[in-house]
C-alpha cells in the first residue's frame, strides 16, 4: 500500500455499531461489564480505550510497525522506554538532540542509575569506541535538533547488533511519510506525535511503534501500570492528522526547500543548516535513507550576537516565536533559551549549538510570503 493511502486508510476501519467512517471519540472512564471478567475488550479508559486502539493500530501502520503504544506526549513515551532498562545500564545517545530528551535523561534517569554518553554519532563507526558490556540501548534522532545532522539509521542498527544493544529513532523531525526506521533495522522507533503527525498545533501526544512483540507487551504493561496516556479526544485529532500527513509534508519540504536557498543567498546569514543542500555532510545519507529533506532547518546570522538574533526573532510577523514545529503554520524559535535551554552552554557551544542560532519550522503557507517576511526581519 503507497503511503497516501496507508496514512488514510491503514489500521482504522468504520464504527462497527454505526457505519461512522471517522472513528467516534469514545469518552468513557469505564465499560460495563456482563460480569465480572466478562467484558467486550475493554475494562478501565487508562488500560485500553477503542479511539485509542484505532490510533496504535493507523500508527503502527503508518511506522510500517506491528505495535503502536500512545503516550500523553513525546517525553511521556520516552520516559516509558527508558523504564525498559535497570540500574547500572548504559545509554548511548547523539550529543545533538532535543533539550527535553537530554533533561529527561541527565536530570531524572541519571538519578536512578542509568548512564548516559552523548556523543558524535554522524560516523556510525565512532559509536563503537563507547560500546561497554552494560551498554543497551542507542538512542538516536534523525535530522536532529536543531543542527540538522544525518545519522546513518541502517549504520547504527549494525553496531547495535555486534552488542546485543536495542536501537531507538527519535523521528519526529522526518515523520513517517519521510523516513521509516524499522525498515531500517531499528527496534523502536519515537515519535512526538504533537508535531508533524498531528500537524495542527492543537494536541500533545506521544508514541513508540515497534516489531518485537516482547518489547511490545512490555511497553503496553507500562502504559497502564503507570498511566501516561492520551484522553480519546487527543487521540481522535491524532487520527484526524495523519489522513493528510502526505500532502502537508510535500508542501513542508517543498517550502522548506525554497526557504533553504533563500537564506543561503541572503547577504546577513552566515551559514544555513538543512540536509537537503548536496554538500550537507549527510547529505548522500539523507537521500538514501529519507524520501524528502523536510521542512525543519536552523541558520547563524553573520552578526554572530545573541542580539542580533533576538531581533531577527523579534521582528518576523509571518513565523511565531514559539515553541514546538511540525504544524502547518511557520515557526521561529531560538533553542539556546527555548526548546533546549536545559543544555548546560557549554555543551551546546562545544556541540555547535551557538547563543545566535535561530531554528525554523517551515509551514504549508506561500513561500514567497515567508520569504518576504523573513527578508524583513533579517533586513
Not at 569506541?129 to 536543531?146: D, M, Q
Not at 491524532?238 to 489522513?243: A, S
Not at 500527513?245 to 526557504?259: A, D, F, S, T
Request: with cysteine; net charge neutral; glycine share 8%.
Amino acid at each position: 500500500m503507497k503511503a497516501a493511502t496507508k496514512f488514510i486508510h491503514a489500521g482504522v476501519h468504520p464504527d462497527p455499531s454505526t457505519g461512522a467512517i471517522m472513528t467516534p471519540i469514545f469518552q468513557t472512564s469505564t465499560f460495563v461489564q456482563e460480569g465480572p471478567g466478562k467484558h467486550k475488550g475493554y475494562e478501565y479508559a487508562r488500560t485500553q480505550n477503542p479511539t485509542r486502539t484505532q490510533l496504535q493500530n493507523a500508527l503502527a501502520a503508518a511506522e510500517n510497525g506491528k505495535y503502536g503504544i500512545s503516550f500523553s506526549s513525546g517525553l511521556a513515551a520516552t520516559d516509558t522506554l527508558m523504564k525498559l532498562f535497570k540500574p547500572g545500564d548504559e545509554i548511548i545517545s547523539t550529543n545533538d538532540l532535543y533539550g527535553g530528551t537530554y533533561r529527561l535523561m541527565r536530570k531524572v534517569w541519571e538519578a536512578y542509575g542509568l548512564k548516559f554518553r552523548f556523543i558524535d554519532m554522524s560516523h556510525a563507526d565512532n559509536i563503537s569506541k563507547y560500546l561497554t558490556p552494560a551498554t543497551r540501548l542507542i538512542w538516536v534522532e534523525t535530522p536532529t535538533n536543531p543542527l540538522i545532522r544525518i545519522i546513518d539509521i541502517k549504520a547504527c542498527a549494525a553496531v547495535a547488533r555486534k552488542t546485543g544493544a536495542l536501537l531507538a529513532v527519535d523521528n519526529t523531525f522526518a515523520s513517517p511519510y519521510l523516513q521509516n526506521p524499522l525498515d531500517l533495522g531499528a527496534d523502536m522507533v519515537m515519535h512526538s506525535a504533537t508535531k508533524y503527525i498531528g500537524g495542527h498545533s492543537d494536541v500533545v501526544h506521544g508514541c513508540i511503534i515497534t516489531n518485537n512483540k516482547e518489547i511490545a507487551d512490555r511497553l503496553y504493561f507500562l502504559q497502564n501500570a503507570c498511566g501516561a496516556v492520551p484522553g480519546p479526544q487527543d487521540c481522535f485529532l491524532l487520527l484526524r492528522g495523519l489522513k493528510t500527513l502526505h500532502v502537508r509534508m510535500q508542501r513542508h519540504c517543498e517550502n522548506g526547500e525554497q526557504i533553504a536557498h533563500f537564506l543561503r543567498r541572503h547577504p546577513k546569514v552566515d551559514k544555513v543548516h538543512w540536509c537537503g543542500f548536496e554538500d550537507h555532510p549527510g547529505y548522500e545519507i539523507a537521500k538514501t535513507q529519507m524520501n524528502g529533506f523536510g521542512g525543519m532547518l536552523s541558520f547563524e546570522l553573520k552578526d554572530n550576537t545573541l542580539a542580533a538574533a533576538e531581533k531577527v526573532l523579534s521582528s518576523t510577523k509571518l513565523f511565531s516565536c514559539a515553541e514546538s514545529l511540525g504544524g502547518v503554520e511557520s515557526l521561529i524559535g531560538h533553542p539556546a533559551s527555548m526548546t533546549h535551554a536545559s543544555i548546560p552552554r557549554e555543551e551546546r557551544i562545544a556541540n555547535g549549538l551557538v547563543d545566535s542560532l535561530i531554528r525554523l519550522s517551515v509551514g504549508i503557507e506561500d513561500a514567497e510570503d515567508l520569504k518576504a517576511d523573513l527578508d524583513q526581519a533579517l533586513e
